[in-house]
């Protein structure tokens, strides 16, 4: 993805260097090993103080050829010279470097790092990769000037003690190693063969595992080591033959160290040798920072760019001098086949983009340009040692410039270095990045299988199959441990195993020389083919029972795709609406509001209504543990137990769907005064609930742990439900509820067992028996007062829970007072018992079952002869409860429909009612009122916002009052506008000119004498147009109905008000027509008036009307004002024009 910052580095790169590469600089001779005349200072020179910076790099080796530093340090003048030119960074500085070419010669760094420090440097970049860095590390410290390191790989410097200068964003080689035992884990691999290059830097990681393997018991079985080959020449011996031999008997897992190139062999050689034929091999890799020239190498995977692509475009003569490395191999397609039994772990790739393109070919101009001067002569890279060396710039010159911004030392290098420790930065390679404590750069890395691709990559299309990673392994920041993450745009991604379903065991089962298996058929012949014949019957009863086990596992029966699932909101469609069905829901939602309690999100899963139980996590791992309790869940079947649906871990839909139980919860029926519960009713409801936690603690779930009313559903037959168990591998490691209040989570806790309350957040998450039964208690103390727990103690929540905490003797718990009232004597025994504060005091369930059955005595087995007995009895309250809701529902209707009259005109809100649908209508005549308040902006601006809008209300309640005496409807208001039309919905003739023309004479005549509360001097100017003519109208929108004109008409109107003056009002000459005709109407001729679209028409202003058409008993409301605001009022200077 393009990161914001890219459009403006790529601003400042190409203005920095133009668009073209400029010409071969490969005359130019070649620096030499002489100090003196190889530094070279490049940078901005505006006379500004100048901050210096060093770079070493392995430009040549010392035979001359190009080393590891080429085209990498051409990352540094791009870095410099983007925060030269940005006028916020570094503000009155000029940023110089100066750079040596090592060659590899530790005396040239050393020397170069004292000079610097003589010369005042602020820091030094590098010695980079390939010559080691702990001399120049050691010179650093001594005079205490920073070193940022983008590509040494040595241990020694991570000792603070002895580097305390010295910090890189190369993440050391052993870094690998916590993403190697994580992935050991996660596969359940302990036994593994070391293959193994023999350099220091595989030698290093390996006597640092083989501790690890120590510690935790972990077996290596073989340490084998190779030397350097070409692993591209058909000639050269094959190290790994003999190997795979000496291995093979007692080895399945191979941990493999060394080149990419090299593992490429040594799979296709462990094919050839036929030990993958079976899949009971595999191949572990760590392989560091990958830099893939040929696209065969790992299918699918872009760690590079090749750079060659883009400078062909750009300059020629590059193009022909540039050299590709020739690949003549033969045999890629077995090395794609020899990959499926490799898994890889390396850094996180960098892809392909537009701007990593841009860059690359920007760092590899740097590097041939002045004062490195490189030269193409192999195929070029921009690989990941670029990112570092940017990551070391940018991270250091950021706490500079703080440095600077704050007045600290800028030359206490221990000081700067410290600053950058702990700390976490967004890389260049579009990851986020750390520096541990002690200075160790951190990434993240990838684990990649060889499994069908999902989308097309690196040339490889959807389908096909390649390396690709099924996830990461990060480190926490806080903590600094590491773990892994599932790939988070394809989390389903699984391994493939070739010829298994699931991972390679490290050791046969029964040993690598079946030392852990009993051959019977040795001892007993064939004496007894009986006997035989029987115990393989039993070996393969077991395997089947196992695999049939394995399979309900790896079963996704219980999977649920979110797209099948339709909840109200992907069931509603706005735009299916019609208008009747939209009008009845919003009366409906009125209505019942305030009366219905809304149990749970709801939906519909493949023809069932489910409750949705959101699960607040990014995604779920489908551990092995996390498979089996999905399969209990699956297997749960009892009357008192809800069933579980299935589950749904489609981002961002992670949840679990039980079926739904209509009644709601227990919680919801004790608060609903409307529902009377009798003993007989009490009774049943808790003989289902310890009939379904007898069944909980029976089976493999063994405890609730989150018992509680509000757990408890009750389906439409009354049968009451237990719900939220089990899953608790599922639900580990879910965010908090954002929308969940501090008193919500209080009272959630009112249930819990005191002992896992002093737990904390370290209490089991599935709780314990004892704890559901003290939950027990909890319910029946609500059965029976139809109280929240502890509302009788007079307590806030919080206190509550530490009392309950404190172990008080008696312990503190909710009063009894309206249960003593209604419970039997042996409900109250339950209660005390159960609640006891020591865990072994507290009766199991079965105990309780039968302390309860005095409860059941006299009612029937039958629970639906119970219900059909109880419904009996309350059938005359339903009546009574369904009257009289009636009544609130035609109340309710009544408010509603008030409202929708009050938004649309009475006609079409009547046909809305009654379901008939409102189309569009034409109309050939009609009136229109336009208006506005001249100078109303500049009042606006010179009152608070609070101001206008009371302004405005009141001037709006004169105008709705005067109106609603006249055949008039207002279309809308927006600001100081108001529109008035005459002659729709219901046709009136040619009145509707009369009544829009005597309306604004009355509205223009109230607003001379209105007094704006704020402004007591100020008299409103209103401005009048009003035009008659054609126009269709109809209603528009379904969430929030508007009834809107259309046509020209409208249009003309609005440009009558916009023409004409303030206090008066402006008639077109169609509408003087009709008032002509009409009679009663002073009209003055204005002249012609330029009118947009219709040219110069003439008007006319409505000067005055006939006295009999004022309509007197009109009694607009009165203005609230303070006596202050009335004499200011009284003062004010009427206005000539007025």
Not at 743 to 760: F, I, N, Q, V, Y
Not at 1000 to 1027: M, N, Q, T, Y
Request: negative net charge; hydrophobic residues 40%; contains cysteine.
């Amino acid at each position: 993805m393009a990161k914001a910052g890219y459009p403006f580095f790529l601003l400042v790169s190409t203005a920095i260097v133009g668009v073209g590469i400029a010409q071969s600089n490969s005359n130019q001779p070649k620096p030499t090993t002489r100090m003196e005349e190889n530094p070279t200072v490049i940078g901005m020179d505006r006379g500004y103080p100048k901050l210096k910076f060093g770079l070493l790099a392995e430009w040549t080796t010392p035979d001359g050829d190009q080393g590891h530093a080429f085209p990498t340090v051409g990352v540094l003048p791009l870095v410099l010279s983007t925060l030269n030119i940005d006028p916020d960074r570094f503000d009155g500085y000029d940023l110089q470097f100066d750079w040596v070419d090592t060659h590899c010669d530790i005396n040239l760094g050393l020397e170069a790092v004292s000079r610097w420090w003589k010369e005042g440097y602020v820091g030094v970049f590098g010695p980079g990769p390939g010559c080691g860095c702990t001399y120049e590390g050691r010179l650093a410290a001594a005079v205490n000037i920073p070193m940022v390191d983008y590509g040494c790989d040595e241990n020694p410097v991570s000792d603070k003690n002895i580097y305390p200068t010295f910090i890189r964003t190369l993440p050391p080689s052993i870094q690998v190693i916590d993403s190697i035992m994580l992935t050991l884990e996660r596969y359940d691999w302990d036994q593994l063969s070391f293959v193994m290059k023999n350099n220091s830097k595989y030698v290093g990681i390996f006597e640092t595992i083989r501790t690890i393997f120590r510690l935790r018991d972990y077996e290596i079985l073989h340490e084998e080591y190779y030397t350097d080959f070409d692993a591209w020449d058909y000639e050269m011996a094959d190290p790994f033959v003999d190997i795979i031999q000496r291995t093979k008997d007692t080895s399945r897992i191979y941990l493999f160290l060394g080149e990419a190139q090299e593992l490429r062999q040594f799979a296709m050689t462990c094919l050839d040798e036929g030990i993958m034929d079976g899949g009971e091999y595999h191949i572990l890799a760590p392989v560091i920072d990958v830099v893939i020239r040929d696209s065969q190498d790992y299918h699918s995977l872009q760690y590079t760019i090749d750079s060659t692509r883009y400078i062909s475009s750009i300059n020629i003569d590059y193009m022909r001098r540039f050299q590709y490395r020739e690949y003549t191999r033969t045999d890629d397609d077995k090395a794609a086949l020899a990959m499926a039994y490799v898994t890889l772990i390396t850094g996180v790739p960098v892809f392909q983009s537009i701007q990593w393109d841009w860059y690359s070919i920007l760092v590899l101009e740097n590097a041939l340009r002045d004062p490195f001067n490189g030269d193409l002569e192999l195929k070029a890279d921009i690989d990941y040692g670029s990112i570092y060396l940017w990551d070391a710039a940018m991270q250091f010159l950021q706490v500079l410039e703080n440095a600077i911004l704050e007045g600290r030392d800028i030359y206490n290098g221990t000081e700067l270095v410290r600053q950058m420790f702990n700390t976490t930065y967004y890389s260049k390679g579009e990851r986020w990045h750390q520096f541990t404590n002690n200075g160790d750069g951190v990434k993240p890395y990838a684990l990649l299988h060889w499994i069908p691709i999902p989308e097309g990559d690196g040339g490889a299309g959807a389908g096909s199959m390649g390396m690709y990673p099924v996830g990461t392994f990060e480190r926490s920041a806080l903590s600094g441990n590491w773990s892994f993450v599932r790939n988070e745009e394809y989390p389903e991604l699984e391994p493939i195993w070739p010829g298994r379903t699931i991972p390679p065991l490290d050791m046969p089962p029964c040993g690598f020389h079946g030392e852990l298996c009993t051959n019977w058929g040795l001892y007993l012949g064939t004496s007894i083919p009986a006997a035989l014949i029987l115990f393989f019957g039993i070996i393969g009863f077991f395997i089947y029972r196992k695999r049939k086990y394995e399979a309900a596992l790896d079963s996704l029966v219980w999977k649920v795709d979110w797209s099948e699932v339709q909840t109200k909101s992907t069931e509603v469609n706005s735009q299916g609406f019609s208008m009747k069905s939209m009008v009845l829901s919003a009366i409906s939602v009125i209505s019942n509001a305030e009366k219905q309690q809304i149990f749970a999100h709801i939906g519909t899963y493949r023809g069932t209504i489910c409750a949705i139980h959101a699960v607040h996590k990014n995604h779920v791992d489908l551990t092995r543990s996390v498979r089996t309790e999905l399969k209990i869940m699956r297997d749960m079947r009892h009357d008192n137990v809800c069933p579980f649906v299935g589950a749904c871990i489609d981002r961002p839909h992670i949840c679990i769907l039980m079926n739904y139980c209509a009644k709601g919860s227990l919680q919801d029926i004790l608060e609903n005064d409307d529902i009377k519960l009798d003993s007989m009713f009490l009774a049943s409801l808790i003989a289902d609930l310890v009939k379904g936690i007898v069944y909980l603690h029976s089976s493999e779930i063994k405890s609730h742990g989150h018992l509680k009313s509000s757990n408890c559903v009750v389906d439409n037959r009354w049968v009451l439900q237990i719900t939220d168990y089990g899953l608790h591998e599922f639900k580990k490691g879910q965010k908090e509820d954002v929308d969940m209040g501090d008193h919500a989570k209080m009272l959630s806790k009112l249930w819990t067992a005191p002992e896992l309350l002093r737990m904390g957040k370290n209490k089991p998450s599935a709780g314990t028996p004892r704890g559901d039964m003290y939950s027990f208690a909890i319910i029946l103390t609500e059965m029976y007062s139809r109280q929240e727990p502890y509302s009788e103690n007079e307590l806030d929540l919080a206190d509550v829970l530490d009392r309950v905490k404190a172990s008080e003797v008696p312990p503190y718990r909710p009063i009894l007072n309206a249960v003593n009232e209604a419970a039997p004597d042996c409900v109250l025994q339950a209660i005390r018992s159960c609640w006891a504060e020591q865990p072994e005091e507290r009766p199991g369930i079965l105990e309780t079952r039968t302390m309860l059955a005095p409860l059941q005595k006299g009612l029937k087995p039958n629970i639906l002869d119970n219900m059909i007995a109880i419904m009996e009895r309350y059938t005359n309250n339903l009546e009574e409860l369904v009257d009289e809701r009636t009544q609130e529902l035609r109340k309710e209707k009544a408010k509603t429909e008030q409202l929708l009259h009050r938004m649309l005109p009475p006609s079409i809100a009547s046909q809305l009612i009654k379901g008939i649908a409102v189309l569009p209508e034409a109309f050939d005549m009609v009136s229109i009122f336009f208006s506005d308040i001249v100078g109303f902006t500049a009042l606006s601006a010179a009152s608070t916002p609070i101001q206008v809008v009371n302004l405005l209300n009141d001037l709006y309640t004169l105008f709705d009052a005067i109106i609603a005496n006249y055949d008039v409807y207002k279309v809308e208001t927006i600001g100081d506008a108001y529109m008035l039309v005459s002659g729709l919905p219901i046709r009136n003739g040619d009145r509707h000119a009369g009544q829009i023309a005597s309306a604004a004479w009355h509205l223009l005549e109230s607003v001379k004498s209105f007094v704006v509360p704020h402004r007591p001097d100020v008299f409103l100017k209103l401005r009048i147009g009003i035009h008659s003519g054609s126009c269709v109208a109809g209603v528009v929108g379904l969430t929030m109905p508007r009834y809107c004109l259309f046509g020209d008409t409208v249009n003309t109107s609005s440009r009558m008000e916009s023409n004409g003056l303030a206090l008066k009002i402006h008639v077109s000459p169609w509408c003087k027509e009709i008032l002509d005709k009409l009679g009663g109407y002073d009209l003055q001729e204005r002249g012609l008036v330029a009118m947009k679209g219709k040219g110069e028409i003439l008007t006319y202003w409505l000067v005055g009307q006939d006295p009999s058409y004022k309509i007197t008993k009109i009694k607009p409301p009165p203005q609230k004002l303070s006596p202050e605001v009335m004499e200011a009022a009284a003062n004010r200077v009427i206005p000539d024009d007025i």
